[in-house]
């Protein structure tokens, strides 16, 4: 069984920062793009950014300059590193990665059960 169990989420005031982690463990033979959605109610999932296993990375337009994607592949973890958050940054926060759990199997999406960040002086 493979689980996605996310961590680093709270309560910061506008301008401060979080760091966010997800760590992926389990059955796991490889781990192909991990990344970081974010949902608020009565919206759809958004992307915030992606990374590859060789470490590309893609941000959505809201992140760019204050988000940083960055993953461990020893560790199976990914981070998002986020700065001068502002109150529209307030979502759930979920880990998605795209794992294969053996070497004669394809690649499936995976998903962390959500982090709350909210920013709010």
């Known amino acids: 069984q493979v689980q996605l169990v996310e961590s680093g989420g709270g309560l910061v005031q506008p301008g401060g920062s979080l760091r966010l982690s997800c760590a992926a463990s389990?059955?796991?033979?490889?781990?192909?793009?991990m990344g970081w959605y974010r949902q608020t109610p009565g919206k759809q999932r958004e992307l915030v950014a992606t990374?590859?296993?060789?470490?590309?990375?893609n941000y959505a337009d809201s992140a760019k300059g204050r988000f940083t994607i960055s993953r461990d592949n020893a560790k199976r973890t990914v981070y998002l590193q986020m700065n001068s958050l502002r109150p529209e940054d307030t979502a759930v926060y979920y880990c998605?990665?795209?794992?294969?759990?053996?070497?004669?199997?394809?690649?499936?999406?995976?998903w962390g059960q959500g982090t709350q960040v909210t920013v709010s002086s």
């Open positions: 998605n990665a795209a794992i294969t759990k053996y070497y004669f199997d394809g690649t499936h999406p995976y």
């Open positions: 389990g059955s796991i033979f490889s781990i192909n793009d």
């Open positions: 990374i590859t296993s060789g470490g590309m990375t």
